[in-house]
């Protein structure tokens, strides 16, 4: 059977750093964590001009993964467990906080110099209490790596994480995270299965879709009940998406500033923590 929409939040802007805005469905002041899912934020698309010297810089995180699907452009990544990547369109990244580390982010020198369009979605994938302490890791997939998925004519969607359609993504997690990300034209339809049970949502990240006869346009994310199965879309116009799908996390959660712990008391030993030097060191 199909399910019902709980939710449609609007991305609102938000400021996060001096120079940098993106638009944030998730939390939502109606709707505030589907556990695993903490946070969604979607940066642009922006145009760079040549020259710029946009970059998040050192930031510290713990207890959680941020998780970044590279739309457009070109991310660079560094952190201070000694991760370095750069990812392009199409490209996903999932970095696991753990016990904690600092990292940056932005566009490649490449991009900066020359110019162009950046755009990107960054999740916020929370992680159970036995695994927040445990040491930070990264890990990428490109977008040849990732498996297509609900295949059809004027569909071209890929698997980033979990099994689907009897493939499985390239990207590990901890819980069950279900990933899928594309592309879908004008009038085509796709039916999506989830596992009753689980968190489902389904973000528009261009164009619009037709969802239980109610219309869903660009910046907008769509909370599913967890009863039933089934999710059938039709694209108004030539669409992009972004699938999630996930076994729930029953556990509390505490999430400020960077981090996503269980208690408030956690929270604020984070912040200590990161005031101490715990997190180690990153230039730039």
């Known amino acids: 059977m199909q399910k019902k929409i709980e939710h449609i939040l609007a991305g609102r802007m938000k400021q996060i750093t001096a120079e940098e805005r993106v638009r944030q469905p998730l939390p939502h002041k109606d709707f505030r964590f589907a556990n695993p899912f903490i946070v969604l934020h979607h940066l642009g698309p922006e145009e760079i001009a040549p020259g710029g010297q946009l970059r998040i810089h050192p930031h510290p995180h713990r207890g959680f993964a941020p998780v970044t699907f590279q739309l457009q452009g070109a991310g660079y990544h560094k952190d201070s467990a000694g991760h370095e990547k750069?990812?392009?369109?199409?490209?996903?990244?999932?970095?696991?906080?753990?016990?904690?580390?600092?990292?940056?982010?932005?566009?490649?020198?490449?991009?900066?110099?020359?110019?162009?369009?950046?755009?990107?979605?960054?999740?916020?994938?929370?992680?159970?209490?036995?695994?927040?302490?445990?040491?930070?890791?990264?890990?990428?997939?490109?977008?040849?790596?990732?498996?297509?998925?609900?295949?059809?004519?004027?569909?071209?969607?890929?698997?980033?994480?979990?099994?689907?359609?009897?493939?499985?993504?390239?990207?590990?997690?901890?819980?069950?995270?279900?990933?899928?990300?594309?592309?879908?034209?004008?009038?085509?339809?796709?039916?999506?299965?989830?596992?009753?049970?689980?968190?489902?949502?389904?973000?528009?990240?261009?164009?619009?879709?037709?969802?239980?006869?109610?219309?869903?346009?660009?910046?907008?994310?769509?909370?599913?009940?967890?009863?039933?199965?089934?999710?059938?879309?039709?694209?108004?116009?030539?669409?992009?998406?972004?699938?999630?799908?996930?076994?729930?996390?029953?556990?509390?959660?505490?999430a400020k500033d960077n981090f996503v712990m269980n208690t408030p008391e956690e929270i604020e030993q984070a912040i200590e923590d990161y005031k101490k030097g715990v997190f180690g060191h990153l230039d730039s």
């Open 86 to 254: 750069t990812i392009h369109a199409g490209d996903t990244q999932w970095m696991f906080a753990g016990r904690g580390l600092l990292h940056s982010e932005g566009p490649t020198p490449e991009l900066l110099q020359k110019g162009g369009i950046q755009e990107l979605i960054q999740l916020w994938i929370n992680v159970p209490t036995a695994h927040k302490w445990d040491e930070p890791a990264y890990q990428s997939a490109t977008c040849a790596m990732q498996p297509p998925v609900l295949q059809q004519e004027g569909v071209n969607l890929r698997l980033a994480s979990g099994s689907y359609d009897d493939k499985t993504g390239p990207l590990k997690s901890f819980t069950s995270v279900i990933s899928i990300v594309g592309d879908i034209a004008k009038g085509k339809r796709v039916q999506f299965t989830a596992t009753p049970g689980y968190w489902t949502l389904l973000y528009v990240i261009k164009g619009a879709i037709t969802i239980n006869c109610e219309t869903v346009t660009q910046y907008n994310l769509v909370v599913f009940e967890k009863e039933n199965d089934e999710i059938i879309i039709t694209a108004e116009e030539d669409t992009q998406v972004l699938f999630l799908s996930a076994e729930p996390i029953t556990e509390p959660v505490a």
